[in-house]
């Protein structure tokens, strides 16, 4: 018997080859890919409903006789006919219609419609139902609930109902292999679960299926997220194939460097150095993460990591988000490492000609130790002499493929460099579970002592002058303070005006106040000198878009504006608000909202006044946003499940992580099929 996992979409009623063409194109060339196609939702298409009973909201089937239909003319003319059936009327209303629609609408025209109830101002309405003439001896309602699928690449939902119930024909006769080993069974197998879900009973309980609480979903989920997480294990294993340069610790010059700084280290920080120092003198490439909340001091982390490579006669690639991060960077590691002799080098898109000709020589002799720099350390014509330890700053904003890119530069046979990442914000647990599953954990839960929470408060638009002066007393008593522009909009362009324009308005309004500007469209030797000035205490307000999110350091700046928080995700106000509350004042931070806001929004900005703690602040975002805002990957597509979903499916993980190690050791030849079922054949093989 063939299995249906070698059935191409092809031999499918009404499949020709524009049509496999745009299958193809959602990953899906198999009859065993369609059943994978997941409904979003359903419709009740099962039962009529009496109109009487129906309520404001539903989507309903009803059924009646029209009673009258007429073209009225009211703010927008609209055709408007009442149905009635034994238990009451309501009206159906068309604002695009034909004269051959309105004919055919007569009254004693008996039909059948589709659609959502609402009340109007003719009592119960329903605009542009689907409907039908009821003909004599018409067949019942359907059988099933109604499945909506995702719908992409102009396929619509009639061609994917029809195709989906064709491979569910074939699902009877031979079902697809069940590829996890024993488990809680949910009450389900592979092949009833996806029956159940392609077309549910009429009886199936909606609520549970809304909420992704099935049983069914649960059975799929579980194997979705077995998938994910053997993808990324196998990444893992193949990077740690290869060797990495062994790097011992040097106790004596990491000792003489935590002297030389103003501080001492936390216990966290200290715990998390040891970590990374044990993987580092391993002869195999180590890939930790490592997390802390904001102003937890990552950086030096970073900075003995590195020294420990540096030691050992090996180079450093620091890698940034944004050209003033790793800005912040330079100028950080320049101060520390200066004085130890250690040679540095810095590559940004913005570095051309003979500079960046000069600064790959000096890289790929090796002449460089510490290279620090964004995105522009992927490109093709960059290479390492001896590339010991990759450190990748906020990677969530890169893809696990960039990073890789980044641990392919060193020259041949000298093995794969170290790898570590640190996270901006704290991922909550569970989502770090499945997103990083390829690294090993490290986290810095201590901040360092003297530390101030931040008092939040929020404060409506219409209050703005307020703020303004509030501003102004800060400033006018040698505080500093942020104003902070946000804008939805990707757009640099966009938020660089927004931002001149409030500078403009608060020059004017607080003229006696030194004003400085900072946003992505200006240079780079510009942006660093507004950033040396507010550092070094001449300007008391700065006016900033979201490029000061990461890094910035002025311990000086005690108050921070931000205006239209509502627009941001909790992590990212949260690492905003993280650059005030890092001197001995006490801070403050001022959401200034627009009215009105959403439910949504009242409760993240709640949580931002409640809380402090990034790792609350993760785990509330990740409960009111959901993973791909968390993870900055929602644009990319990275991290798109089809059935699974968290936070909802969190309970699944201890179980995932149990049949992952199941397979690994005892059925290793099915790990192949299943991460090739769930992340489809167009999916680079081990994405995230
Ligand atoms: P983040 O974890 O957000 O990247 P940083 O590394 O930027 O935090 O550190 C924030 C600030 O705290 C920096 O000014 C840094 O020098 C300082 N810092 C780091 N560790 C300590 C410590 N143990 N004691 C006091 N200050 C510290
Ligand atoms: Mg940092």
Redesign the pocket.
């Known amino acids: 018997m063939t299995g249906i996992a070698s059935i191409p979409v092809r031999q499918l009623r009404g499949v020709g080859p524009r049509l496999e063409e745009k299958l193809a194109d959602c990953g899906v060339r198999q009859v065993e890919d369609l059943l994978f196609h997941l409904p979003l939702r359903y419709q009740d298409r099962t039962r009529v409903t009496p109109i009487a009973a129906a309520r404001d909201g539903d989507d309903v089937v009803i059924e009646g006789e029209i009673r009258a239909a007429d073209v009225v003319f009211g703010r927008r003319r609209s055709l408007m006919a009442r149905i009635q059936d034994g238990s009451g009327t309501l009206t159906l209303r068309f604002f695009h219609f034909s004269a051959a629609q309105k004919n055919a609408l007569g009254p004693g025209t008996r039909l059948r419609c589709f659609g959502q109830v609402r009340r109007g101002s003719s009592g119960m309405e329903m605009y542009h139902p689907e409907y039908r003439q009821l003909q004599e001896g018409e067949r019942p309602v359907e059988e099933t609930l109604t499945p909506i699928y995702p719908t992409t690449a102009g396929i619509g939902q009639a061609q994917w109902r029809n195709l989906c119930a064709q491979a569910l024909n074939y699902l009877q006769r031979s079902p697809p292999r069940d590829l996890l080993p024993p488990q809680r069974t949910f009450d389900f197998d592979l092949a009833t679960a996806l029956q159940y879900l392609h077309a549910p009973p009429p009886d199936a309980p909606q609520a549970a299926l809304r909420e992704g609480t099935h049983p069914a979903q649960l059975r799929l989920a579980l194997e979705e997220l077995v998938a994910h997480n053997l993808s990324l294990l196998h990444l893992r294993d193949q990077q740690q194939r290869e060797p990495a340069p062994a790097l011992a610790l040097r106790e004596r010059e990491q000792q003489a460097f935590l002297d030389s700084l103003p501080?001492?280290?936390?216990d966290a920080?200290r715990r998390v150095m040891a970590e990374i120092a044990a993987d580092l003198a391993k002869p195999c490439p180590m890939l930790r993460l490592v997390q802390?909340d904001?102003?937890?001091?990552?950086?030096?982390v970073a900075a003995v990591a590195a020294l420990q490579a540096i030691a050992n006669d090996s180079q450093v690639a620091i890698m940034a988000p944004t050209e003033l991060l790793a800005e912040q960077h330079w100028s950080n590691f320049n101060g520390w490492f200066q004085s130890l002799g250690i040679t540095m080098e810095w590559l940004s898109g913005r570095i051309r000609g003979r500079k960046r000709e000069t600064a790959l020589a000096r890289i790929v002799s090796g002449e460089a130790a510490l290279v620090i720099g964004t995105h522009a350390l992927f490109q093709q014509d960059v290479a390492f002499a001896r590339l010991g330890l990759v450190i990748v700053d906020e990677q969530h904003r890169f893809g696990v493929h960039q990073r890789l890119a980044l641990t392919e530069k060193n020259a041949p046979g000298l093995g794969r460099p170290h790898q570590l990442v640190m996270t901006a914000t704290p991922i909550p647990r569970t989502l770090s579970m499945v997103a990083y599953a390829d690294l090993d954990c490290s986290i810095i839960d201590e901040l360092?002592?003297g530390r101030k929470p931040v008092s939040t408060a929020l404060v409506d638009s219409s209050r703005r002058s307020e703020v303004v002066e509030r501003v102004a007393a800060a400033c006018e008593q040698g505080r500093q303070a942020y104003w902070v522009c946000t804008l939805i909009e990707e757009s640099d362009a966009l938020q660089a005006q927004a931002a001149e324009a409030t500078a403009a308005e608060l020059r004017l309004a607080l003229p006696q106040l030194d004003i400085g500007l900072i946003h992505g469209r200006q240079k780079p030797a510009e942006k660093a000198a507004v950033m040396h000035a507010f550092k070094a205490g001449e300007l008391a307000l700065l006016v900033a878009t979201t490029v000061i999110e990461v890094?910035v350091?002025v311990p000086n700046a005690s108050l921070m504006i931000i205006e239209n928080p509502e627009r941001l995700g909790l992590a990212q106000l949260h690492q905003l608000r993280?650059r005030v509350g890092?001197g001995a004042e006490a801070s403050h931070c001022v959401l200034l909202y627009q009215t009105p806001l959403s439910a949504n929004g009242r409760e993240r900005l709640g949580a931002m006044r409640e809380s402090s703690d990034g790792f609350y602040i993760a785990e509330k975002d990740l409960a009111l946003r959901g993973p791909g805002e968390v993870l900055g990957t929602r644009q990319t597509g990275l991290m798109e499940f089809r059935i699974a979903e968290l936070p909802a499916h969190q309970h699944l993980l201890p179980e995932v992580q149990t049949l992952a190690a199941t397979l690994r050791r005892h059925h290793p030849a099915l790990i192949e099929p299943l991460i090739q079922r769930w992340t489809g054949a167009n999916r680079q093989f081990g994405q995230v």
Do not use: H, M
Request: glycine share 26%.
């Open positions: 501080f001492t280290p936390t920080q802390g904001v102003g937890s001091g990552k950086t030096l360092p002592p890094g350091d993280g890092r």
